[in-house]
């Protein structure tokens, strides 16, 4: 029995035969009891490999048991940190995910902000040129693509040369600077929030990536768009990576009253056919990676075939991996508590405050008054506000000086070398002292996550360029899980307060945000004086 020539529905015995290369291979499985299913591997069209603090190789052990077979990456995170060298690391062959990249077209993210590397107009037409290079990246500087800045439109000219296509992320652009955009050749777009904005761009044509990650949950508001669309994570946490990756975004789709097939071909067949990856169908000529589930309501994997061979059954990986080395990136020397400072000689001072709001990567502006003491401007963790801070750790100058409410935080302090898209050092607290030790942490580990309460310190190191780790997916799930524990026992209120902080210096992602240069309205894509209201 065959559905929608893209899933075979098993009775009592289906073979599967699938040709690729100058082989057939043939997968048969019998179930005379239950009745089962054999899918196309499933697709991630759009993740963020070093979101999940995991090195490729840890991170094929825990994707493909759960029917991943392929994934489209924009390793601009890495690239942002060790540049070339970095994207290099990421498409190492240890293990066997198939790992597609999309060449960084926003390193950095913007002129705004201190990072370690530049990825201009030669090496992304050099990356482009990559046989698994499938794509131009998500093109951030929105703003650029609108102004026709001259880098930004050299780089969209190579990949319209290369003819691969180009992935968008402009949140909350509408009417005719989204005409503009879309205009550019960008094809899609993973920064929807609500049902209005993910229709428009549909409506322009733009194939709408319906992001359900760690931070950002837009399914529910998304899913029922009319137009093309994919089911994609874009960043994720190893814990929840060990709960489910696609397949868990299939019983979501589903369970929202998405249809089993249609939900499928956002997984399989759509993003294969806009990359044009050899994966995607059960037909003659495409790779033969497949996946065997007991139902079309759960997605729970019985086995997984990568190239007609079994990678994993019973939700247990059956493959080796190698380790590769990379180096850290770390040019920063410790600081002392007068580096966190906010000098004022007044006794009341108003300031802007980046306001988190739960679930979502947006942020809005507010403006309090905060006293001052000692020629300080003070934090007031009653209310909620808090120091917000941004180190720049590739050249050691700059510390980006704010303040944050949305956290929840009572009694300690959060720092984080996963900072989006510079990866310097973000860190959020109830008072300098907190902060400094936090800060000073990552620092000694050469990147990681730290949470400092009171007199006690909780770490997880993330060696691999500030990022990830090479520890199995379980250990760092666990320690992870640990140190979310910890910033909720210090009064962190909000489901992800290492993601949510770490996007708090992402400047190509309304409103306002802070780079270790300063406090940044991302609406007028400049930066603002962090002491005053605002203008207008």
């Known amino acids: 029995m065959n559905l929608e020539g893209n899933i075979l529905c098993e009775d009592e015995i289906v073979s599967a035969k699938i040709e690729f290369g100058k082989k057939i291979k043939t997968i048969t499985k019998t179930g005379k009891k239950n009745k089962r299913f054999i899918l196309p591997g499933f697709i991630d069209a759009h993740i963020h490999l070093e979101s999940t603090m995991l090195s490729p190789r840890r991170f094929a052990e825990a994707a493909i048991p759960h029917g991943t077979t392929t994934i489209v990456t924009d390793p601009h995170e890495i690239a942002n940190v060790l540049g070339m060298q970095g994207i290099r690391f990421i498409m190492k062959k240890s293990h066997p995910l198939k790992i597609f990249i999309t060449a960084p077209s926003c390193v950095p993210a913007t002129p705004f902000e201190t990072s370690g590397a530049r990825l201009g107009i030669k090496e992304v037409k050099e990356i482009l040129g990559w046989k698994r290079c499938v794509a131009l990246g998500e093109m951030m500087n929105y ?140 037909e003659e000529g495409y790779d033969a990676d497949l996946v065997v589930i007991d139902n079309l309501q759960e997605f729970h994997t019985s086995s997984v075939f990568i190239n007609g061979r079994e990678e994993a059954h019973a939700m247990h990986p059956l493959f080796k991996t190698r380790r590769v080395k990379v180096k850290s990136s770390f040019h920063v020397a410790e600081k002392m508590p007068d580096d966190f400072v906010i000098p004022s000689s007044k006794k009341k001072e108003t300031v802007k405050v980046i306001r988190i709001i739960e679930n979502q990567i947006v942020t809005e502006a507010d403006v309090a008054e905060l006293r001052c003491a000692n020629g300080e401007i003070i934090p007031d963790p009653l ?66 996550l730290v949470c400092v309460m009171r007199k006690k310190i909780y770490a997880l190191p993330l060696p691999i360029a500030g990022l990830m780790s090479d520890e199995p997916a379980s250990r760092v799930a666990r320690e992870n899980e640990g140190i979310q524990n910890a910033a909720r026992t210090a009064g962190a209120e909000i489901p992800s307060p290492f993601m949510t902080l770490s996007f708090l210096s992402l400047l190509v992602v309304p409103r306002l945000k802070l780079s270790d240069r300063g406090l940044f309205d991302v609406e007028r894509f400049h930066f603002c004086p962090l002491v005053g209201a605002f203008d207008g």
């Not at 029922?224 to 946490?237: A, E, T």
């Open 143 to 282: 703003p650029g693509v609108i102004a026709g800045d001259h880098v930004v439109w050299g780089k969209i000219r190579a990949a319209r040369r290369a003819r691969k296509p180009i992935d968008g992320h402009a949140p909350l652009v509408s009417g005719e600077d989204l005409l503009k955009y879309v205009g550019a050749g960008i094809s899609t777009d993973h920064e929807c929030t609500t049902f209005e904005e993910a229709q428009e761009k549909s409506s322009f044509g733009m194939t709408i990536m319906v992001r359900e990650g760690s931070a950002s949950h837009n399914m529910e508001s998304l899913i029922g768009i009319q137009g093309k669309k994919f089911l994609v994570s874009d960043d994720l946490h190893p814990g929840d990576l060990r709960r489910g990756h696609i397949d868990a975004l299939l019983r979501r789709a589903v369970s929202l009253g998405c249809d089993p097939v249609e939900a499928v071909r956002m997984v399989t067949e759509y993003p294969a056919s806009h990359y044009n990856l050899s994966c995607g169908k059960i």
């Open 383 to 448: 209310r909620d506000i808090l120091f917000l801070f941004v180190v720049d750790r590739h050249k050691g100058k700059n510390v980006g000086k704010g303040f944050v409410t949305g956290i929840g935080l009572k009694d300690g302090a959060l720092a984080s070398s996963v900072a989006h898209d510079s990866h310097n050092i973000v860190a959020a607290g109830t008072s300098k002292e907190y902060v400094c030790r936090a800060v000073n942490t990552v620092i000694r580990m050469k990147g990681g």
